[in-house]
């Protein structure tokens, strides 16, 4: 079993930056594969970037060049490194492992990018 544990949301106006931090409680937080997933209001929850035990990296397209994923094993932390925020990336953001966990969701913490 493992928690996570969101952090860092807020409000920010477009094209600002936000860096979501994850904590992970209760497992070898370095065996797994984790991401960063996001749900907007109405809509599925998708995943936004991941990365892999071996630090491979992967992002949905409209976030390529605006967010950076990475981890820290040693404290089993991720972190999600998120620029030029634009009006669309407005959600509540959870990390989870990937694929997710049904019980590992958090609570999540809630971006929100307007002017």
């Known amino acids: 079993q493992v928690q996570f544990e969101e952090s860092g949301g807020g409000l920010v106006q477009p094209g600002g930056s936000l860096r979501l931090s994850c904590a992970a409680f209760g497992s070898i937080f370095s065996m797994y594969d984790v991401g960063w997933y996001r749900q907007a209001p109405g809509k599925q929850r998708e995943l936004v970037a991941s990365i892999s035990t071996d630090g491979s990296k992967n992002y949905i397209d409209s976030v390529k060049g605006r967010f950076t994923i ?16 634009k009006p669309e990336d407005t959600a509540v953001y959870y990390c989870n492992r990937d694929p997710p966990r049904n019980n590992f ?11």
């Open 105 to 115: 969701w958090g609570q999540g913490t809630q971006v929100t990018v307007s002017s």
């Open 70 to 85: 990475s981890r820290d094993n040693a404290n089993a932390e991720m972190y999600l490194q998120m620029n030029n925020l």
